[in-house]
């Protein structure tokens, strides 16, 4: 079974990304802090969609949290 962080390194080629969980009674959130290289062309809407959908396939108590920074170098 794939992981998100494998969803985001093999799929949408994404290098640096630091995955946090914040668990409460009713739901976890994940915190996404990503980078996405200069060469990437995905629209960040395109990533973050595919993030929640990938989650809430693990568990729809999940929720996403996703900073996103584009490298310039």
């Known amino acids: 079974m794939k992981t998100v962080k494998d969803l985001l390194t093999q799929e949408l080629n994404l290098k640096e990304i630091d995955i946090i969980s914040v ?5 976890t959130n994940l915190i996404f ?3 996405i290289p200069f060469e990437i062309k995905k629209e960040e809407k ?3 969609e595919k993030i929640e959908k990938e989650i809430k396939k693990i568990n729809r108590n999940y929720y996403a949290v996703i900073n996103i920074d584009n490298s310039y170098v």
């Open 33 to 35: 802090d990503i980078v």
């Open 46 to 48: 395109h990533i973050k």
């Open 23 to 27: 668990i409460d009674k009713a739901h």
